[in-house]
């Protein structure tokens, strides 16, 4: 069964510093695979997702995940921290893949705490 | 363009209680999907629609937990009866249809508190 591990349940870091927040999946194939942020008392929101390609992807609030099947990772990676960035991310991946199942497994999340 | 609503935000109950939560997706959304999210746990689904059939229900409890889709636009999701377990905040979500490629959007949760 597909699975994803955040390992890190909690990490702080001063604002300005770079952030990277570790995600490892279990699929035998390529995966789809997603980041979204949880900032209290709000609904998740997708910060960027994976299908093919380009192993490095952009997404939105200056973030960016590397995918690397050797590893079986995603990790997602922000160069200077702003302290609106704390929050929970959570990373998921698409049950199936290509079979669009729309079905989405997530990590049990990590809690990022901002330093001023 | 209106995001997911939910309401209420919040119920405390006692066990052996019923409740309900309702969903509102953003219009035109096909698939709607309800997640439960634990204190400490990542949202897990519990049961997709397509329109107003469902898709996937095969982690939903139920023996205690329904839900339904009426017309294919509001969704109720109901507990009777709840269990301590059962606290949770409940997710409501919405997609254009089921591909991975259409964004999933989320709703604030209903945070449920079973005392």
């Known amino acids: 069964a597909q699975s994803v591990t955040q390992p890190d349940i909690h990490i702080t870091v001063s604002e300005g510093a770079s952030l990277e927040l570790r995600c490892n999946y279990s699929y035998g194939a390529t995966p789809y695979l997603f980041w979204y942020v949880q900032s209290p008392g709000q609904g998740l929101q997708l910060l960027l997702k994976?299908?093919?390609?380009?192993?490095l992807v952009q997404g939105i609030k200056g973030f960016e995940a590397e995918f690397k099947r050797s590893q079986s990772s995603f990790n997602l990676r922000k160069p200077s921290v702003h302290w609106s960035d704390a929050a929970e991310y959570f990373c998921a991946v698409g049950e199936g893949a290509s079979s669009n199942t729309g079905k989405l497994i997530f990590g049990q999340g990590t809690t990022l705490q901002v330093k001023p | 363009e209106a995001g997911v609503a939910q309401s209420p935000r919040y119920k405390i109950i006692e066990k052996r209680q019923s409740v309900a939560f309702w969903c509102n997706p953003i219009s035109g959304h096909a698939t709607l999907y309800w997640y439960q999210q634990i204190l400490g746990q990542g949202p897990k689904l519990l049961i997709q629609?397509?329109?107003?059939?469902?898709?996937?229900d095969s982690q939903l409890p139920k023996d205690r937990f329904s839900a339904e889709r009426l017309k294919g636009v509001d969704s109720t999701l109901k507990i009777q009866p709840a269990k301590l377990e059962d606290s949770a905040v409940y997710l409501c979500?919405?997609?254009?249809?089921?591909?991975?490629?259409?964004?999933?959007?989320f709703g604030p949760g209903t945070r449920l508190t079973v005392l």
């Open positions: 979500a919405s997609s254009l249809d089921r591909e991975f490629y259409n964004e999933q959007f």
């Open positions: 994976y299908f093919s390609g380009d192993t």
């Open positions: 629609f397509q329109n107003n059939g469902v898709v996937d």
